[in-house]
């Protein structure tokens, strides 16, 4: 059956929109946020300056709606290995791994693109999601007995998290799993 | 002796300065940081505009100046703990329940001034120091059999100071104590 006109134009519209994005993101890597242009960026899309327009009113629309996508990219990719079989303990760890190498990545972005990025409020509900999310799953540690009772399961989410923002300024992957250890430590049940 | 002319001339620039940053930090807490002019800053302090910008050339430099001023009476606060008699471990815990403290205090700040305050490289520098400042008790700490040694201080510094500024969401100062607890335990030397 042939794709309706209604889908075809819907398709088109993402692959420029997700094209928009890529070349973006690779100019600001580049040049930083104050060197990339509207007309820079029609040029390294080949689209036309009037079309990207349309999609787009200024370079920071474009840089908020790439770090939307990159966050929900994230999400996504935490929330199979929260998925993934084997005990609370081990999803936990597999989780926070992750979240750490996230950190970890995004070290040495410029810092006037984090300050722009991080103002959204695309940003709060991602941290607010996200710690209701390992906050769930340390619940189910705590039920199965892998991890302390004494705190409850949203502030323990809450050190997880932040003591991983650590990540970011570490040099090697050796660390980064070395901060994901001692940060696992903290959750430890008492010895009995 | 009488003071010198000199030396009553620095004072009472010092007392300026210190009245205009105490009268500005109450206003922006009131008002917000849009909401406060170096005109109303003139009248609040009960000094001429045009002295008043032979002192800061506008509200956000005198907020610049402010935090400066906080964040050394916070350093000095730390330092005057960590030189306190005891061990390294008590020493350390009494850091870090500062530390803990100083951030929960800042929950609730304007976003606006949090985003404009954490700019400056006066932050980087205190952060830096302070990092080396508890890298510097870690050690002490490892050397007392009181803290982990599979882990780098400088590593564990920033594992801590992380962790720590989850207190800044956290409701109540138990919830606080809570936190330096799980982060104390991620430290701890693994059993023998």
Redo the contacts between chains.
């Keep these: 059956m042939p794709k309706l006109w209604n889908e075809t134009i819907e398709e088109h519209r993402r692959a420029v929109r997700d094209t928009v994005l890529e070349v973006t993101a690779a100019l600001v890597a580049e040049h930083g946020l104050r060197g990339v242009t509207m007309s820079r960026i029609a040029e390294g899309t080949g689209i036309g300056r009037a079309t990207l327009y349309k999609y787009f009113p200024d370079v920071e629309s474009i840089m908020t709606a790439w770090h939307e996508r990159q966050i929900s990219g994230h999400l996504q990719e935490l929330a199979a290995l929260r998925d993934r079989p084997g005990s609370p303990g081990e999803r936990l760890t597999a989780v926070l791994e992750a979240y750490a190498r996230i950190q970890h990545r995004r070290r040495g972005h410029d ?1 006037e693109i984090g ?1 722009l990025l991080h ?1 959204g409020e695309h940003i709060a509900h991602a941290e607010q999601h996200l710690r209701g999310f390992v906050g769930g799953l340390i619940a189910e540690g705590v039920a199965a007995g892998e991890v ?1 009772d ?2 409850s399961p949203h ?2 989410a ?2 997880c ?6 990540a970011g ?2 040099e090697s992957g050796a ?1 980064v799993r ?2 994901v ?3 696992l ?4 049940p008492a ?1 009995a």
């Excluded at 998290?161 to 650590?166: C, E, N, S």
């Excluded at 430590?185 to 430890?188: A, E, I, N, S, T």
């Design positions: 810092a300050a103002r302390r004494d705190v502030e323990l809450a050190y998290l932040h003591a991983l923002g650590a300024g570490l660390a070395r901060l250890q001692v940060t430590d903290g959750l430890r010895p």
